[in-house]
């Protein structure tokens, strides 16, 4: 999974918080690049969309400091990513 998460991620990624809005809703979703941690972290608490993180005074620390539900796995969503042959079953959250 290391190596996976390696060849997918930017060489950088553990010192950037991550953010994304997978296809489950309107909510935020913190992407940790951490292959250790290998989660998606629900920030809708924090944030009710990526708009709304991006206009927190410092979003950055914000993202960090958030301790959301875990949805899934970040390697599975990478995984299942591919629109073409995305399961639909396997969303996260």
């Not at 190596?3 to 553990?14: G, M, N, S, V, Y």
């Not at 998606?40 to 991006?54: E, G, P, R, Y």
């Amino acid at each position: 999974m290391q190596a996976f998460l390696e060849a997918t991620l930017p060489a950088d990624a553990q010192q950037a918080p991550w953010s994304a809005a997978p296809d489950r809703g309107p909510g935020a979703v913190l992407v940790r690049a951490d292959a250790q941690a290998d989660a998606l972290i629900d920030l809708s608490k924090l944030a009710a969309t990526s708009s709304a993180l991006l206009e927190l005074p410092d979003a950055a620390a914000a993202v960090r400091a958030h301790r959301g539900e875990r949805l899934g796995s970040l390697h599975e969503a990478i995984a299942n990513s591919d629109h073409g042959r995305r399961d639909p079953s396997r969303r996260p959250g």
